[in-house]
């Protein structure tokens, strides 16, 4: 077997899919917006000579110029991720009744970064083209997710390896003791066309990310990911910027990896388990793994359908590796199979997968943020304060809302009838946990709307119960005048001013009563109560009460 340092990498590529939460708007953009329409703020915020612009869909072009490759696309998912992903055509669209609408995603793609290059800490460089930096944003869901594709041809293994573990950091964990930021880059430069630095990373920067965190109980980010997703800005500083963001849940980009060999049956069990959980490259005094290791590796994150190394033949030299963080795809450079970027993997790779990862990806940070605002919500409820609880009340009814259209519009548990893809999107669900962060969201939420319900009824019954308290001390009223009737006082023929008097004479106390009765219906219903139990005797009643009076004249005497 060759060296690992010795083997070449024919063709890399690297696409970085990272979801980040968009904060609210303080003022809903559109009609009736409550969450999840911030695409149209940046659609206000972006001119026309901006670096970010509107992505058309490719069913936006003329229908004649639909290509075989979209075609393949779209038939690859079942007909609801279909609709989730491309929307439907303009008559089911137009259809206000039974129509589904337009897609729910809304791309912006930036089109002025030519080149990344990277410069690793052993001193060398390499420069990577870059195919394609979107933004999708999501209706009705505050997020955005980065989708950064890159690539190159003849890269080293190793190089290939540092690639993968190095470049999508947003910032550093730590430093090395030579004052350089650990697992990160040595620097990251955007360029332009004609080579000219858009930005530049700023990892080794230490005093700027102790003194945010310190200030913020927050993380910036590198000075390169700040500047690409402008004008994005980050929620935790003192930037100015309606459209704001915030980290979901790790410094390390989920990402997807592309590598085409001479012969990859030539790599080891090492180098894949390298690439496939995206660690660094084999150093010197490295410990070896045990032979276990990989045994785990290969049954839990190794896709093998297209893997038969036994035959060594090119149409079984393909293999998938998937561990929730990283999807990873190597095969044979030149055959067809694998390195057509229309019909082989290479094109599933950029396409299809990329899709189905960035949906596995899509629903973890969704849920997160469910998972977040919930806890948020409860921890700004104040029992005693009215207000607070009606905030919370409120609060927790647009998350029940807002989860309902995220069940029905996006979850999906089933992707594809096509066997490879939809065994790739349950493994990656599988690793990533969705399933059981949906359960507990789901309990959540259910759970917080059980409290609401139980409330609302505690409210109503006790409501229920001082108004039957008046009623039953109106009654008594009520049935004296009844049966005495108007004819009491014989007032017609008395002076107008004199019968308002009278009117009024016998309002004001009686509204008075009325009111007393409601402040003490509580009490008056414990009485009522009280007096309705036929187990006590009529003597043993009223020695009760009166003893129980006097306890609560003794017990305000000392107060």
């Known amino acids: ?54 992505r058309p869909s490719v069913f936006d072009m003329d229908p004649l110029a639909f290509q075989e490759r979209h075609y393949r696309e779209f038939v690859t998912f079942l007909p609801y991720v279909q609709r ?25 793609r930036r089109h002025d970064i030519c080149t990344v290059r990277m410069h690793y800490k052993d001193g060398t460089r390499q420069d990577f083209k870059v195919a394609h930096i979107d933004l999708y944003f999501f209706y009705d869901i505050d997020i955005v997710i980065l989708a950064f594709e890159i690539l190159a041809d003849n890269v080293p ?41 858009i930005a530049a990373s700023d990892y080794d920067h230490k005093s ?64 894949f388990y390298r690439l496939g959980m995206v660690i660094r490259p084999s150093q010197g005094g490295d410990l070896p793994y ?20 036994e035959r060594r033949h090119d149409a079984s030299s393909t293999r998938m590796m998937c561990d929730g963080h990283a999807f990873v795809l190597v095969g044979k450079y030149g055959h067809g199979f694998f390195s057509d970027p229309y019909t082989g993997a290479l094109g599933q790779f950029r396409h299809q997968y990329f899709l189905l990862m960035m949906i596995a990806h899509f629903h973890k940070a969704a849920l997160l943020i469910f998972s977040d605002r919930l806890a948020v919500a409860l921890s700004r409820l104040q029992i005693g304060d009215v207000s607070s609880a009606r905030r919370f009340k409120r609060g927790i009814r647009v998350l029940q809302e807002v989860f309902l259209r995220f069940t029905q519009r996006y979850w999906f548990c089933e992707i594809s ?13 599988r690793h990533l946990g969705t399933d059981t962060l949906f359960a507990e ?78 402040m003490k219906s509580r009490m008056l219903s414990e009485f009522l109560d009280f007096m309705s139990d036929d187990r006590m005797g009529l003597s043993d009643k009223f020695k009760t009460i009166k003893a129980s009076w006097r306890k609560k004249r003794q017990a305000r005497n000392k107060l």
């Open 1 to 54: 077997m060759a060296d690992a340092a010795e083997t070449m990498v024919r063709h890399f590529r690297q696409i970085l899919i990272w979801p980040l939460q968009l904060m609210p708007l303080e003022q809903p953009v559109g009609s009736g917006a409550v969450m999840g329409r911030h695409w149209e703020l940046m659609k206000e915020l972006v001119a026309e000579n901006s670096p970010w612009q509107m």
């Open 84 to 108: 989730f992903l491309y929307g439907e055509g303009a008559a089911e669209a137009g259809d206000g009744a039974d129509g589904y609408g337009g897609s729910p995603l809304h791309v912006f």
């Open 157 to 197: 293994l190793q190089r290939a390896q540092d690639t993968l573990f190095r470049f999508g950091r947003a910032f550093p964990a730590q430093w090395d003791e030579d004052k350089t930021a650990a697992s990160c880059l040595q620097q990251v430069k955007w360029l332009d066309v004609k080579g000219g630095v």
């Open 208 to 271: 700027k990310f102790l003194s945010h965190v310190g200030e913020f109980r927050a993380a910036p980010m590198a000075n390169h990911w700040d500047a690409l997703l402008r004008p994005l800005v980050l929620h935790h500083s003192t930037e100015l910027g309606e459209l704001r963001y915030r980290q979901i849940e790790y410094h390390r980009m989920p990402l997807m990896a592309y590598l085409a060999f001479d012969d990859p049956f030539d790599l080891r069990d090492e180098d």
């Open 290 to 309: 045990t032979p276990k290791v990989f045994q785990e590796f290969e049954a839990s994150c190794c896709y093998d359908r297209f893997w038969v190394p």
């Open 417 to 429: 009838n096509q066997v490879v893809a939809d065994q790739i999107f349950h493994m990656a669900r």
């Open 441 to 518: 969201v789901r309990e959540s939420i259910h759970s917080m709307s059980q409290y609401l319900e139980n409330d609302d009824l505690r409210r109503q019954a006790d409501t229920v119960v001082r108004l039957t308290v008046v009623t039953i001390l109106g009654l008594v009223g009520t049935t004296v005048t009844g049966f005495l009737g108007m004819n009491l006082f014989d007032l017609s023929h008395d002076a107008t001013w004199l019968r308002l008097l009278y009117f009024f004479a016998t309002f004001i106390p009686i509204s008075a009563l009325t009111m007393y009765s409601l």
